[in-house]
């Protein structure tokens, strides 16, 4: 499986009209799309970032998917206020202890390691990050996206609700440091987000 990210820089007033184009007119549209298996979208209000992922069957399929594709999310970035920066992943591991519920929220974290240490950092976050977060109170899904090329990743968590993600902050925070440590995985970034639509049909790769 594979996924594409569009990462917007948003106008604060232009989110809340952002959503409902992706609800109403980026899903309509991707439904017919030969490949799509489903679209999230997370939204930070601080500051405006929000990044809508969509998931494909497989690589071929996402790529032959770029010329449809192209029109509708530009004319999202266009609803949101600001301009589209995308990314290409591989779906290495997504698991799901339930289904995320309404006010569910998301801490992603972008790392980087040696190209020949993927593998490695895969089966770490499957092994030992994924089992570790399952113990957290609160805990709704996780994910983790790589691009082999670069070793580049991001690492998602879903939680129930805020008061969840946050209740578990210092217990992430050690998990996380644990899971760089072990793979020499540079953190580049951590953001939280609203998870403002849930709709990837992704199946189970824990």
């Known amino acids: ?40 979208l997370l ?7 929000c990044i809508v992922t969509s998931a494909w069957q497989s690589e071929e399929v996402m790529r032959a998917s770029a010329e449809t594709v192209g029109p509708v999310r530009d004319r999202a970035a ?7 920066h995308v990314e290409e992943w591989e ?3 997504l698991h ?6 309404e006010g569910a929220c998301v801490r992603a974290t972008w790392v980087k390691v040696s ?9 770490f976050h499957r092994t030992i990050i994924l089992p570790a977060l399952e113990e957290l109170e609160g805990f709704c899904s996780a994910s983790l996206l790589v691009d082999r090329a670069s070793g580049r990743g991001v ?3 879903t939680f129930d609700s805020v008061e969840a993600r946050e209740g578990n902050r210092d217990q992430f925070d050690r998990i996380r440091a644990t899971g ?3 793979v020499a995985a540079q953190v580049i970034d951590q953001c939280d987000f609203e998870l403002a639509i849930a709709h990837l049909r992704v199946p189970e790769m824990a």
């Open 1 to 40: 499986m594979y996924a594409r990210s569009t990462t917007v820089q948003a106008q604060p007033s232009s989110i809340d009209a952002g959503i409902g184009h992706v609800r109403d007119t980026v899903m309509p549209a991707l439904e017919g799309v030969d490949g799509y298996t489903g679209l999230s």
């Open 96 to 101: 799901r202890d339930h289904r995320s519920p």
């Open 180 to 182: 760089s440590k072990e």
């Open 43 to 49: 939204v930070d209000r601080s500051s405006g970032r």
């Open 78 to 84: 266009e609803v949101f206020g600001g301009s589209a």
């Open 91 to 93: 779906i290495a591991v």
């Open 115 to 123: 190209p020949d240490q993927i593998d490695r950092g895969i089966d």
């Open 155 to 157: 690492a998602s968590a």
